[in-house]
């Protein structure tokens, strides 16, 4: 979702030089047109704006895919108009996505036999997969509490300050206490002991992130799981972990079958994986998978026949297209875990040349991890003169969109540059980036230093004075000054998007 906002300074009107030989009119922006307009002029009016988005392929920003095969735009093209809910219309496309939530689950380590259907529902991304996987585990607590008469008014959830923004909707949205665990500079996942020390008879589970979406960094699991199991027999509390899967869910098994993160470990009860990031699919497709059917509440689940037969559903939205559940399944066959593998090892590899091409620099500090997802996150050196906002200013010359972003709670003064290597950012195109990442760094070294001219106002570099005794910053203070004044420019530049 965007929420809508609108130049203070825009004309209210559109023109369209192409345009103009099918219109004479000019077209309102903010009101729909009195008249119609002939397909080729709607078409080219649309087009001409649009020339000015950014390339999705130097989006370096993202995770989502922006690549598929041609024969799968084809099933994508065929399928827009099927609505996904219309299971009794649809039959084949709900079977395909029953098959796509039992190879993940299977992909993770479900306890399902072979014979048995898996747990779980297509979404339209992670976002709406860890809603529906945090309401299972609130209905179930205020269950249990209910049957021992306790109050179940005040749930909460531990997290690490680095989860992306959707785990703060769940807890705004249905009202449950969200307990994070700060960053430390130089550690930049969740604590798993500081977590497990924030668990409480109120807490409905702990979610672990394997992927951060600051560094690509995995959370120790296993270590959360043994600290947990440990807590809750001296407790007698069952307190479960969610595993937030989004960008790592289709990088782990393939690349590190052996780390244990999934199923296999008892108290992981549901799992969310992204099939628009590493699944290789295009935005609009994500997938929650439950341990077992006692693990989503059946109350939970909505039975409808207006459709023509009994359907359940268990979404946040009801219709929606069934284009990227096929492209699911396409991917699924078309590569198998062969295909997969051989992706991620890739990635991995062109995201090693690119931490290789940074540090060659000698400029760079790289914050990201050799095991995680294919990233990399880095910051300067020396930001005493310039910043990674410049450098990602500079970038864009060139098309590249590489964000720059401050770290959260206890880390502010940390600020980074990243990198996502997805399947189609080339070796090729890694070397166009590391040149370009030097042309702008011998281009900011060249011009006088934006830091001191712009935090100016904010507090004096070197003049300042302690009684009669002049007093000078150090390099760290000057730093975490530059930072967060950054951090404000850059919210003021924001765009309203959720």
């Known amino acids: 979702m965007v929420i809508s906002t609108t130049e203070t300074d825009s004309r209210e009107i559109l023109n369209s030089t192409f345009a103009s030989r099918y219109v004479r009119a000019a077209i309102p922006r903010f009101k729909m047109p009195d008249n119609s307009m002939p397909k080729e002029a709607a078409y080219q009016v649309i087009n001409d704006e649009l020339m000015l988005d ?7 920003a993202s995770f989502v895919t922006t690549w598929m095969e041609p024969e799968c735009d084809k099933l994508v093209m065929a399928s827009i108009n099927k609505n996904y809910v219309d299971m009794d219309e649809y039959p084949v496309t709900t079977e395909l996505q029953n098959r796509c939530v039992n190879m993940i689950a299977h992909l993770f380590n479900t306890p399902v036999a072979d014979d048995k259907t898996a747990v779980g529902v297509g979404t339209v991304g992670s976002s709406e997969a860890i809603m529906l996987a945090g309401l299972a585990f609130k209905r179930k607590w205020q269950q249990k509490r209910k049957e021992q008469g306790k109050p179940y008014d005040k749930p909460n959830i531990v997290t690490g300050a680095n989860v992306q923004v959707c785990w703060e909707k769940f807890a705004r949205y ?20 500081k977590a497990v020390e924030l668990v409480d008879e109120n807490t409905i589970c702990v979610a672990a992130i394997l992927g951060s979406t600051l560094t690509g960094e995995f959370e120790d699991v296993k270590l959360l799981h043994d600290l947990l199991t440990k807590k809750n027999e001296e407790t007698g509390w069952d307190t479960p972990i969610h595993v937030d899967a989004a960008s790592g869910g289709f990088i782990a098994p393939f690349l590190y079958p052996d780390l244990e993160w999934d199923f296999r470990l008892p108290l992981v009860k549901s799992i969310n994986v992204s099939g628009h990031k590493y699944g290789l699919v295009y935005a609009g497709v994500g997938w929650v998978v439950w341990r077992t059917k006692d693990d989503l509440p059946d109350e939970l689940v909505f039975h409808i026949n207006y459709l023509g037969s009994d359907q359940p559903t268990f979404t946040l939205n009801f219709s929606k297209g069934s284009s990227q559940i096929i492209a699911q399944y396409y991917q699924f066959i078309r590569l198998g875990f062969e295909g997969y593998k051989n992706i991620m090892e890739n990635c991995m590899g062109n995201a090693r040349a690119l931490r290789e091409g940074l540090e060659k620099t000698g400029r760079f500090d790289i914050l990201s991890k050799d095991v995680g997802v294919p990233l990399v996150a880095f910051s300067l050196k020396d930001s005493s003169k310039h910043t990674v906002f410049e450098i990602s200013e500079g970038l864009r010359k060139f098309g590249w969109i590489v964000p720059a972003y401050t770290m959260p709670a206890n880390a502010e003064n940390v600020a980074v540059l990243r990198v996502v290597v997805r399947e189609d950012f080339s070796h090729s195109l890694v070397e166009r980036l590391i040149s370009h990442i030097e042309e702008v760094l011998e281009e900011i070294d060249s011009l006088p230093s934006r830091v001191s001219t712009k935090t100016a106002h904010v507090i004096p570099m070197v003049n300042e004075t302690q009684g009669d005794k002049p007093l000078k910053k150090s390099v760290r203070e000057t730093q975490e000054e530059v930072t967060r004044h950054w951090k404000r420019f850059v919210k003021g530049r924001r765009a309203g998007a959720c």
Request: glycine residues 8%; negative net charge.
């Open 54 to 60: 950014g390339n999705p392929r130097l989006n370096l």
């Open 174 to 193: 249905f009202e449950v206490e969200l307990k994070e665990v700060k960053l430390e500079e130089g550690y930049y996942v969740m604590n798993p002991v």
